[in-house]
């Protein structure tokens, strides 16, 4: 798993099939740790479709720069280094994808090959939801309820992300901040509220904070 404070990765774990020429290519995408979980992941594919023309896979790994890719039977340089390319122009990292291939009876020829296995694994990963993951902290933001609006305000205007709202004696908001902007975001909501609210850290994670569909 990254330790980096910020990185590109997929969100789910998607299936999505193109034709092409009668062949059939499905892309499973899948998020993952570390290269054990893809290779469990590769072998679980395998065995969902055990008749299949070809499997042919790439995988990158941000701990240690690891990163695969393999042909499994296409011709060299078709296959696996399309994926791995789908992969990598996107900066994206600890995620597998595995290209199912059933041989529909028409060849492709090289350029073919390369076109549609880069055409699949590509739509795979969009699929699978292309996401800015960040190293947050969660920060309990508790105010009285004459500040609560105030605080509404702030939350929605800013585009913090809201995890929870606690309504007991005060308010208590539950936000995710990546951890390079917990000073500013702090200081800021002690100028909103004239230091009338009490922050706490409370928890560290990684958080999903964009998509790529709302970058475009």
């Known amino acids: 798993m990254s330790k980096k404070e910020i990185y590109k990765t997929v969100a ?3 299936e999505s099939l193109l034709v092409e020429k ?3 290519f499905i892309a499973n995408v899948k998020p993952v740790d570390n290269e054990a979980d893809a290779l ?3 072998g679980e594919i395998r065995s969902k479709y055990p008749d299949a023309t070809h499997n042919v896979y790439a995988y990158v790994i941000d701990e240690n720069n690891i990163y695969r890719y393999s042909d499994d039977g296409e011709p060299s340089g078709t296959a696996g280094m ?8 996107r900066g994206i990292v600890d995620v597998i994808v595995v290209v199912t291939r059933y041989f529909g009876g028409t060849l492709l020829g090289t350029g073919g ?8 694994a590509s739509a795979g990963l969009v699929k699978s939801r292309i996401v800015d993951r960040a190293l947050c902290d969660i920060l309990s933001v508790t105010v009285p309820y004459t500040l609560l609006g105030k605080m ?4 929605m205007s800013r585009g913090y992300i809201l995890d929870d709202t606690v309504y007991a004696d ?7 901040v990546p951890v390079s902007e917990t000073e500013r975001v702090t200081e800021s909501l ?7 609210c009490e922050i706490e850290k409370t928890d560290k994670k990684y958080v999903d904070i964009k998509s790529e569909e709302e970058t475009e």
């Open 40 to 42: 469990e992941f590769l």
């Open 170 to 176: 005060n308010v208590t908001f539950v936000i995710s």
């Open 82 to 89: 399309p994926v791995l390319d789908a992969i990598r122009k």
């Open 190 to 196: 002690v100028n909103l509220t004239n230091a009338g």
């Open 113 to 120: 090959l390369v076109h549609t296995y880069g055409a699949s």
């Open 22 to 24: 009668k062949s059939k």
């Open 12 to 14: 789910e774990r998607t």
């Open 152 to 155: 509404q305000h702030e939350i």
